[in-house]
């Protein structure tokens, strides 16, 4: 077994991690909000309010920071006031992005909001550019968040709020070169300078403002934007990428059943969020040096054909142990970057795409890339250090082993680590740039590549304690194949 030198420099500080970085994302796609969150008061499953009681546990249990609804591409086509006053009168309307089912509202603004605070999570809402109105954006806003007397705050208050609820994330439009309009770059930022303008804030509410960033590589999209909006009036500027193995978008492999080839694939384009960053992140420095403006990953993760069976508009696919190193290595790209990534979300939470938690009647199962995020939550809102690995390669040149290492207020180092190999186990060697280690610990998830929780066999794939042996001021550990670990050093 070979030794890979790691090391970690505690005194060398660098940006803070935000716990941003571990948000998720929540759409009107297929069984994410019904079913997913939202069962009704009067459901078998049980429930707080007509929520998942077991969906709001297990996100707590990840610490989940923000939530961002109502879409993805569903924003741009949801009118908000569809979705308040009484049930009985909110109207029924297609679901047009995604399978063309009936949408009928019972999941609203007031809903959403109870959910986050339920959750303990800050709210993200995603506004219509795409098909809404400046007037319909502002209104949005004036009726979350105004403390006084207006027609959106009276209206508020007769459908039962009556202090406003504070809203810090908002976006403004979602994928405005795709689903989100068809946009050019420029237009779109004429279109996000008007909209911007009209959301006003209330009461003291601070608006954190996120404009329609790239698809992926279009770098083009990131220089426009950066020109024509930059530290003016945007906060966040949001990114997208998905990690499709194939790279087809017609036939983009299965969740489950795929080759040594196949997995390689999937973690070399999924190292590709190292490239975005990087360049993106090189073209905002040319306006944004201080960098005032944050990029917001606020959607990322797996793509793969529907499972077998289900319905292709609801996105509904399976989660195995090759989802949980896409997270690890994906998440620790972000803590490396986070000078310029203020938050991510990963798509989605529930039931859709590389989602944290799966739901069937009566059962939740969370997912490898659940334990993912319980395994990496001590890095929320700790400060990033220096760490470095003497590395191997696998399939060719890519890195075995990810990592990442934060310290916390207290001094406890957070170092979290993959080794993305399916047949190489290694030790690592780890040692403090500056002073030793005299106590450490650790939590692993760890099984064979295909490995997965399924509604009969929930626990298949679950965080074990791990070994971990000090002496000499240093600590080691051994990194099996296909990992992914969390250490806390002291
Ligand atoms: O997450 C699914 C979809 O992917 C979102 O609705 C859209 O923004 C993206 O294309």
């Known amino acids: 077994m070979k030794t890979l030198k790691l090391t970690v420099n505690p005194l060398d500080k660098r940006s803070k991690i935000n716990k941003e970085i571990y948000s998720n994302f929540s759409e009107h796609l297929g069984r994410c909000i019904y079913d997913g969150i939202f069962v009704g008061k009067d459901s078998d499953i049980p429930n707080i309010e007509g929520y998942r009681k077991d969906v709001i546990e297990a996100l707590k249990q990840i610490k989940l920071p923000v939530l961002r609804w109502p879409g993805g591409c569903f924003a741009d086509e949801y009118h908000w006031q569809d979705g308040i006053g009484e049930l009985s009168g909110r109207k029924k309307i297609v679901n047009s992005n995604w399978g063309h089912v009936v949408e009928d509202n019972s999941f609203g603004t007031h809903e959403f909001l109870r959910f986050c605070e339920l959750v303990g999570c800050e709210p993200y809402i995603s506004g219509n550019v795409g098909s809404g109105t400046v007037e319909e954006l502002a209104k949005w806003i004036e009726y979350i968040t105004f403390d006084g007397v207006s027609p959106m705050a009276d209206l508020r208050k007769k459908n039962g709020r009556e202090k406003p609820w504070k809203l810090k994330y908002l976006g403004i439009g979602n994928e405005s070169w795709g689903c989100g309009g068809n946009m050019t ?18 009461s003291g509410n601070k608006l954190f403002k996120i404009a329609c960033g ?111 190193l896409v997270a690890a290595i994906n998440l620790n790209i972000f803590n490396e970057h986070s000078d310029r990534v203020f938050m991510a979300n990963i798509a989605q939470a529930v039931n859709v795409l590389q989602a944290v938690l799966l739901t069937e009647g009566n059962t939740t199962v969370k997912t490898p890339t659940y334990y993912v995020f319980d395994l990496y939550k001590e890095h929320q809102d700790a400060q990033l250090i220096y760490s470095h690995i003497e590395n ?37 060697d780890i040692g403090a740039a500056f002073g030793e280690i005299s106590a450490a610990s650790g939590r692993i998830l760890t099984g064979e590549v295909h490995a997965l929780n399924t509604f009969e066999q929930p626990e298949n794939v679950t965080i074990k304690p791990l070994d971990v042996k000090t002496g000499n001021g240093r600590a080691a550990v051994v990194i099996p194949p296909c990992s992914v670990m969390a250490l806390t050093l002291k």
């Open 185 to 202: 770059p420029e237009f779109y930022c004429d279109n996000y300078r008007r909209y911007s303008t009209f959301c006003r804030e209330y």
């Open 214 to 324: 790239p698809n992926a590589d279009d770098y083009n999209w990131t220089d426009v934007c950066m020109r024509n909006i930059g530290t003016w009036g945007m906060q966040g500027l949001s990114l997208h990428y998905y990690t499709v193995p194939t790279g087809n978008w017609e036939h983009k492999g299965s969740a489950t059943e795929f080759s040594e080839d196949e997995y390689y694939e999937t973690i070399n384009r999924t190292l590709f969020m190292e490239t975005l960053l990087t360049r993106h992140g090189g073209i905002m420095d040319r306006y944004d040096p201080q960098h005032k403006v944050g990029l917001i990953v606020d959607e990322w993760g797996t793509w793969y054909d529907v499972e077998p069976g289900t319905n292709p508009g609801f996105l509904y696919q399976q989660n195995t142990m090759r989802d949980a």
């Open 392 to 428: 191997e390669t696998a399939y060719g040149n890519i890195p075995c082993v990810s990592h990442s290492a934060s310290i916390a207020e207290d001094g406890t180092v957070t170092l979290t680590l993959s080794n993305c190999s399916l047949d190489k186990e290694f030790t690592a």
